[in-house]
């Protein structure tokens, strides 16, 4: 998260969510004005003993950032330009990759069979959930601010205009619900994989049906993003709303419950600093706690003797 200490001001974004052109802004307009912490602890401790800090963070739908985060996973993976969409054979590669991957972790045992997760997020910070950082920070008290994708270059041009350049090229309206076409066409792929198709090893699993289908894995995410739409504009009530649905989300294992994914990792990391400065949520800690303890048996478990 970047700092502007002269406003007070926090800029938490995210991976396809506005990070590149915060990064941007920033080299513009110099670390001195927009300030990045070492350590997430310095932080905290600041946002903790000033509460005049308020937290600004863009989002838009989930699936429209899902979609275009396919493409960097698809470029990152395979090294394929998602720019070229005229010739359907450049994303053949990707396809083999994704299938896979799906078949690697639904056949190995040893690893995923106590608790098992098809992966959607494809182990990717780009492709995992995003919402539950305002969630959990909204939860824990925090100031936070959340403006629609499609408003976000108007509160950048209020804040930098020494950046206008930027920040009116990197702009796009549609970005909040439409998808681009090379985007679409990604996604057209991955679906024929994840949500298409449904292999023989998944169907025995585990009794928990939230775990089997792609759409059921979204759900949390797109009902955090209807919460922010209907109460973006009213921060006490998004505070409130934020507590129950994580208590809802922990009694009905939901959203919380992968340890394998690059969301739960961060969760992990970023929960017990909060509360080092912060009052209690003991649902969300308790279950950390939980699946940290577990995915830690497992890492030693890994570990060359």
């Given at each position: 998260m970047?700092v502007?200490r002269k406003?007070?001001?926090v800029?938490m974004?995210g991976?396809?969510n506005g ?8 080299e ?6 927009l300030f ?5 602890e310095?932080?905290y401790r600041?946002l903790s003993?000033?509460r ?8 838009r739908?989930?699936m429209?950032?899902?979609k ?5 996973n698809m470029h ?6 998602t720019?070229?969409i005229a010739n359907?054979e ?5 396809k083999v ?5 799906d078949?690697s972790?639904g056949?190995d045992?040893?690893i995923?069979?106590w608790?098992y ?7 990717d910070t780009?492709t ?10 909204l939860?824990?008290?925090f100031?936070v601010h959340m403006?629609p994708?499609?408003?976000?270059s108007e509160h ?7 950046a206008?350049i930027?920040i009116q090229?990197?702009?796009r309206v549609?970005?909040f619900d439409t998808?681009?076409p090379?985007?679409?066409r ?9 949500i298409?198709?449904?292999?023989e ?8 049906a939230t ?5 059921l ?6 009902k955090i993003?209807?919460l922010?739409?209907?109460n973006y504009?009213h ?8 507590r129950?649905?994580i208590?809802?989300?922990?009694e009905?294992?939901?959203y919380f419950n992968?340890?394998?994914?690059p969301?739960?990792m961060?969760i992990?990391?970023?929960v017990?600093?909060?509360?080092r400065?912060?009052?209690?949520n003991?649902?969300l ?6 699946y940290?303890?577990i995915?830690d048996h ?8």
């Amino acid at each position: 998260m970047l700092v502007d200490r002269k406003n007070k001001a926090v800029y938490m974004t995210g991976l396809r969510n506005g990070s590149t052109l915060m990064d941007e802004i920033q080299e513009i307009v110099g670390p001195d004005r927009l300030f990045q912490y070492q350590y997430p602890e310095e932080l905290y401790r600041l946002l903790s003993e000033d509460r005049s800090y308020k937290i600004y963070m863009p989002f838009r739908h989930p699936m429209v950032r899902f979609k275009s985060a396919l493409t960097v996973n698809m470029h990152n993976r395979c090294k394929l330009d998602t720019e070229n969409i005229a010739n359907p054979e450049n994303y053949v590669f990707y396809k083999v990759m994704l299938k896979y991957l799906d078949n690697s972790v639904g056949n190995d045992h040893n690893i995923f069979n106590w608790s098992y997760h098809r992966p959607y997020h494809l182990f990717d910070t780009h492709t995992d959930h995003i919402l539950y950082k305002p969630l959990i920070h909204l939860a824990y008290g925090f100031d936070v601010h959340m403006i629609p994708f499609n408003k976000f270059s108007e509160h950048l041009l209020s804040q930098f205009p020494e950046a206008e350049i930027i920040i009116q090229k990197r702009g796009r309206v549609n970005s909040f619900d439409t998808s681009m076409p090379q985007h679409e066409r990604v996604w057209e792929i991955y679906k024929e994989i994840f949500i298409d198709n449904d292999p023989e090893f998944y169907k025995d699993k585990l009794p928990d049906a939230t775990t089997l289908t792609f759409h059921l894995w979204m759900r949390p995410e797109i009902k955090i993003f209807e919460l922010f739409m209907e109460n973006y504009q009213h921060l006490n009530m998004m505070k409130t709303k934020c507590r129950g649905l994580i208590k809802h989300f922990v009694e009905t294992h939901q959203y919380f419950n992968d340890p394998y994914s690059p969301k739960f990792m961060e969760i992990g990391t970023l929960v017990p600093i909060i509360e080092r400065f912060n009052h209690t949520n003991r649902d969300l800690y308790n279950t950390v706690q939980h699946y940290t303890i577990i995915a830690d048996h497992l890492k030693s478990l890994r570990m060359p003797s």
